[in-house]
């Protein structure tokens, strides 16, 4: 060890399975702070959790492209090699699989890391021996150590997939070679894990944790098996010697096959290799040479490393591309390959916006950073030149900020756990762009929360394909219970529920309880699980009535009305649908339909909980709907005047808010004294509308709107945004939805009706009989009413234009001469009324 200490530089090269990775680990955690660049992002996060074991979780970070921890304290960094941050000071920095450096689409990432990333008191560079020329050229001072491998690694021939020996690994180069010899492995020998680098680190931890604990002997992986991924694997079987390296199918090279082959065999424990022979596959063998140079670890030296600028101008974008493009001077370095991010840089220059927008060095620095988004979908260039385009749209105008719903909108659409292996890997590949996204420090206004909000469904998509790819390629379910079930018969299996609702028999899962939904585990569809699973609901009435009391003992604050537009107005405990409302006799009394899920609950159970609901329903609208209930007790009052019901009854039905036209006549047949007791209640009686102000906040519309829709059997409509008091006019239902929530329309906007009654108030202060008088310029200003509404909305309240040839010249408004409603006693406002009004606060009201 003592060579280390004395080296600025040291190079740690040999074949897989000599601890190099491990020597890095151990040297970096001696240090006061270190740096360890992976070329996966899965190998990383293993890495960063034994690092975690040993120094604690505030002291450790992890930086890849799509996940970010980063404690402040912070002393040790796990990262791909992509993600090392160029500007961090360390003591110890490492790059692990260095010869990736001579990768086509990676190689120069590679190379800069190892030209440029230091560590003040030491640098390692790992490898394999290939890769000692280039460094002796390019680094001439670097101590080279070689790394024997510990135990020896042989080539066992060809065998067929059901003949493999138990603690085998199948190595294929796709995902539908990966699945088909996983389902082939299925029907033959129970099972396989299965691992892929497109998986999350928390799906194929959970993979490799089936196949390290025995429950699988078999494991299905991509070549991302090669790239130090520990695991406990005796034999390397390839389903194929070719692969799609994204420019052509070609046969893999000689280190390829070593680096994967190698993963057989650990520590000191020896290895084998061969091929698979599969119907119909690659029957491609090893050649006598290849398996010679595979056992000695005998590889051809590396010529050339690939490199790109890594620190290009930004200028302007022709500048960017130049630098991107420049050829190196140096022989041993070869220019890297247009790559995608450069030809996605080259598609969006052609486009005449964006050289319009990257017009000063900021933000062609910006285009580029979004031109660097990962294609992790795989749509191609075309297809993610569209993507990262749409991106630097909205990073390149307003505030420089992706929208937040935007970010929310196209994250949500992915929060669904439904569907196969392949649609769930899809949505994986998806939320790891938007991750990508949330980690870039300027692309989001709260990134942060972004960030927080992508991994919590990163980790639940996760946790659905652990779950779906168990489900596929592993018969482990069906082999133990059906082996208990013959020793115990079907009623002595035991049926638990544990604290998240998993249902499980004798252990073993069968479907889960959320709330009182019974879900079938989609992986029981054998004959003889279908046994279990009656069996298991038949015994889960005790469940059912620990839940039931639950409910019935919960606080108000558990429950929630649904209000989702479009759909159906539903009643929740905890999340969980529990019924649904409906038409009942009046529209503060709808009528409660319990969820289907429900139905295995005894008549009483659901007795009880209909109760419980109608109960929470009558509280809370008596807390939010108060002057409704109110107008509704005083409807029913014996005492209540015949005349002063005539009026309250519609307006109950209306929800508190009723046009005045509708009510003339019951209006004309009230006293002075009956004036008096309705204006008890909080009514205004407007010039438009009749209505009470408390019952157009925003609680008070969502509900109302929801029990209307309820009583009419109609969806919930869209709601009006909270607090607004001027909206564009919309169409459909939408446009009697917000008239019921308190809005007027005017020529194409609509005005809430409170608004309305101020201006009628200003109107009518502001004339002098039937005079002509001009409006303050700044009252419609204020309001955001057009010209044409404002006129519509004078004309309503009994105003005309005058004559252009009057008094005082155009734009001036004179009473018609019908009597105006009379308005409730206030003090005279000094002034001009209408200026007045324009200095309210009106988005606060």
């Known amino acids: 060890m003592s060579n280390f200490a004395r080296a600025p530089l040291a190079a740690v090269l040999g074949p897989t399975n000599t601890g190099k990775t491990h020597l890095a680990v151990e040297r970096m955690m001696g240090h006061a702070s270190g740096m360890i660049g992976f070329p996966l992002r899965l190998l990383a996060r293993e890495v960063y959790d034994r690092v975690v074991a040993a120094k604690g979780p505030d002291s450790v970070g992890l930086i890849t492209g799509e996940e970010k921890i980063l404690p402040e304290k912070a002393r040790w960094f796990l990262c791909t090699a992509e993600s090392m941050p160029r500007d961090r000071d360390t003591a110890f920095v490492a790059l692990d699989e260095a010869q990736l ?21 030491e640098t390692m560079i790992l490898g394999s021996d290939s890769l000692r020329p280039m460094l002796g050229a390019l680094a001439p001072d670097a101590e080279i150590i070689s790394r024997p491998r510990f135990s020896t690694l042989s080539y066992s021939g060809p065998r067929k997939l059901s003949r493999l020996p138990p603690r085998s690994a199948i190595v294929a180069f796709s995902a539908e070679e990966v699945y088909a010899v996983a389902e082939a492995l299925r029907r033959l020998r129970g099972g396989a ?35 130090g991924l520990n695991m406990d694997v005796h034999h390397v079987a390839f389903a194929s010697l070719r692969k799609f390296d994204g420019r052509r199918r070609r046969r893999l090279h000689i280190h390829e096959m070593a680096q994967i082959a190698g993963r057989a065999g650990r520590h000191q424990r020896d290895g084998t290799f061969g091929t698979l022979g599969l119907e119909g596959g690659d029957h491609a063998s090893f050649t006598d040479a290849e398996i010679e140079r595979i056992e000695g670890h005998d590889f051809p030296n590396l010529r050339q490393l690939y490199w790109r600028d890594g620190d290009p101008r930004f200028d302007t974008i022709d500048t960017l591309i130049a630098d991107l493009e420049y050829r190196p ?37 910006r285009l580029w950073a979004a ?64 991750a990508y996204v949330a980690h870039r420090a300027d692309w989001l206004e709260n990134p942060d929360k972004g960030a927080d909000r992508a991994a919590a469904i990163e980790q639940r998509l996760s946790d659905a394909l652990h779950d779906s790819l168990t489900q596929r390629f592993v018969d482990r379910r069906t082999t133990v219970l059906m082996r208990d079930l013959g020793a115990k018969g079907e009623e002595a299996l035991p049926v638990r529920v544990d604290a998240d609702g998993v249902v499980t028999v004798d252990d073993e899962p069968i479907g889960t309880i959320t709330g009182f939904r019974f879900t079938v585990d989609p992986g029981s569809n054998h004959a003889d699980t279908k046994r279990l699973l009656a069996a298991a609901e038949r015994r889960l009435g005790g469940e059912w009535a620990q839940r039931t ?37 009046a529209l503060l009394t709808p009528e409660i339909t319990l969820d289907r899920t429900l139905s295995a609950l005894t008549p009483e159970q659901q007795a009880r909980i209909a109760q419980r609901l109608q109960a929470w329903i009558a509280r809370t609208t008596g807390r939010i709907l108060g002057p409704l209930r109110r107008i509704d007790a005083a409807l029913n009052a ?3 005047d015949p005349a002063i019901r005539a009026l309250l009854a519609p307006l109950l039905e209306a929800g508190g808010i009723l046009a005045r036209k509708i009510a003339l006549g019951p209006l004309g047949q009230l006293d002075k004294q009956q004036r008096h007791r309705i204006g008890r209640l909080g009514l205004t009686i407007g010039a438009l509308d009749i209505f009470h102000a408390a019952l157009m906040k925003p609680e008070p519309t969502r509900w109302r709107l929801a029990l209307a829709a309820a009583l009419n059997n109609r969806p919930m409509p869209e709601l009006p945004p909270a607090g607004a008091v001027l909206l564009p006019e919309p169409r459909g239902a939408t446009l009697a939805a917000w008239r019921d929530a308190g809005f007027r329309g005017f020529a194409g906007q609509m005005l809430r009706i409170d608004m309305a009654e101020r201006v009628a108030r200003a109107a009518h202060d502001a004339r002098t009989g039937k005079e002509a008088f001009l409006p303050d310029p700044a009252f419609s200003t204020s309001l955001g009413l057009s010209e044409a509404a404002l006129a519509r909305l004078m004309q309503s309240l009994g105003f005309q234009p005058a004559p252009p040839e009057s008094e005082g010249g155009p734009g001036r408004w004179a009473w018609r001469g019908r009597r105006p409603p009379k308005p409730r006693p206030r003090k005279a406002a000094p002034g001009n009324a209408f200026a007045k009004l324009a200095e309210l606060d009106l988005g606060k009201k």
Request: proline share 4%; aromatic share 6%.
């Open 329 to 365: 001077e140096q022989e041993v370095l070869r220019a890297a390959p247009e790559t995608v991010d450069l030809t996605v840089l080259k598609k969006l220059a052609e486009e005449t916006w964006v050289r319009e927008r990257a017009t000063d060095a900021n933000m062609v620095t």
């Open 549 to 585: 009391a639950a409910l019935l003992a919960d606080s108000d604050e558990a429950f929630a009305v649904l209000t989702d537009a479009g759909g159906p107005i539903r009643l929740a405990w905890r999340g969980e649908i529990v019924a649904a409302l409906s038409a009942g006799k």
């Open 101 to 121: 450096a001579a990768d086509p689409e990676r190689g120069h990432v590679f190379t800069d890391r190892m030209l440029h990333m230091r560590g003040r008191e």
């Open 193 to 227: 894990a299965v691992v892929m680098g497109a998986l999350s680190p928390r799906t194929r931890n959970a993979q490799v944790a089936m196949f390290q604990a025995g429950e699988v002997d078999y494991l299905v992986a991509t070549d991302a098996i090669g790239m």
């Open 638 to 640: 014996e005492q209540t």
């Open 371 to 434: 031109c660097g988004l990962p294609d992790f979908r795989k749509t191609g260039a075309d297809g993610h030149a569209r993507l990262v385009g749409r991106l630097f749209r909205h990073l390149s105008e307003g505030d420089g900020h992706i929208p937040a719903p935007v970010f929310a909108q196209e994250i949500s659409a992915l929060e669904n756990l439904a569907g196969d292996v392949e649609t769930l890997a899809g949505r994986l590949a998806a939320i790891r762009t938007w």
